[in-house]
T-cell receptor
Framework: AQSVTQLDSQVPVFEEAPVELRCNYS??????LFWYVQYPNQGLQLLLK??????LVKGINGFEAEFNKSQTSFHLRKPSVHISDTAEYFC??????????FGAGTRLAVHP | NAGVMQNPRHLVRRRGQEARLRCSPM?????VYWYRQLPEEGLKFMVY????????ESGMPKERFSAEFPKEGPSILRIQQVVRGDSAAYFC????????????FGEGSRLTVL
């Protein structure tokens, strides 16, 4: 069965600093991996996804993630964060029937 | 905006009442997924439906919860005899079809049980 572990529940960072949000997954089959962002009282928006091909995936808002099969990781990175990046970030792996299995989320707090 | 539409956005019920949450998928999408998000937690899969069929309900509580996606009209998640533990945000997502597609999420329905 697939599962996702997000290693940090909260990540505080100063504006314009780099950030990495960590995600490890467990799956016995080929994996499709996703990062979603949730702003307060809103739904989830897709940041990026890995289906196949290049292990470095670029997404919206300057985010990127790297698929590492040997470490079963899919960490999300941004070289310079903005106040507007403050949100909850969810890593997910695709299970059967395209349903997504989510991690518990990482709250990114960007401070001025 | 032809995104996934959920209503009501906020719903307050007293213990023992029924809650009905509606979801209209994006135009052209025939697959609907329901998720529940408890406070301070991630999203948990509940049920996956196609038109008139429940495909996967492995995440649905065995009692009081039901879901449908009729041939016409929105998908409905129904919770009977609500309890305080049902207080959560319920999200609907839709998919056009095919494999490894992107799920598009609605803004959620927030249920509060008094």
């Amino acid at each position: 069965a697939q599962s996702v572990t997000q290693l940090d529940s909260q990540v505080p960072v100063f504006e314009e600093a780099p950030v990495e949000l960590r995600c490890n997954y467990s799956s016995s089959v080929s994996v499709y991996l996703f990062w979603y962002v949730q702003y307060p009282n809103q739904g989830l928006q897709l940041l990026l996804k890995y289906l196949s091909g290049s292990t470095l995936v670029k997404g919206i808002n300057g985010f990127e993630a790297e698929f590492n099969k040997s470490q079963t990781s899919f960490h999300l990175r941004k070289p310079s964060v903005h106040i507007s990046d403050t949100a909850e970030y969810f890593c997910a792996v695709s299970g059967g029937y395209n349903k997504l299995i989510f991690g518990a989320g990482t709250r990114l707090a960007v401070h001025p | 905006n032809a995104g996934v539409m959920q209503n009501p956005r906020h719903l307050v019920r007293r213990r023992g009442q029924e809650a009905r949450l509606r979801c209209s998928p994006m135009k052209g999408h025939s697959h609907v997924y329901w998720y529940r998000q408890l406070p301070e937690e991630g999203l948990k899969f509940m049920v996956y439906l196609q038109k008139e069929n429940i495909i996967d309900e492995s995440g649905m509580p065995k009692e009081r919860f039901s879901a449908e996606f009729p041939k016409e009209g929105p998908s409905i998640l129904r919770i009977q005899q609500v309890v305080r533990g049902d207080s959560a945000a319920y999200f609907c997502a839709s998919l056009r079809g095919g494999n490894t597609g992107e799920l598009f999420f609605g803004e959620g329905s927030r249920l509060t049980v008094l």
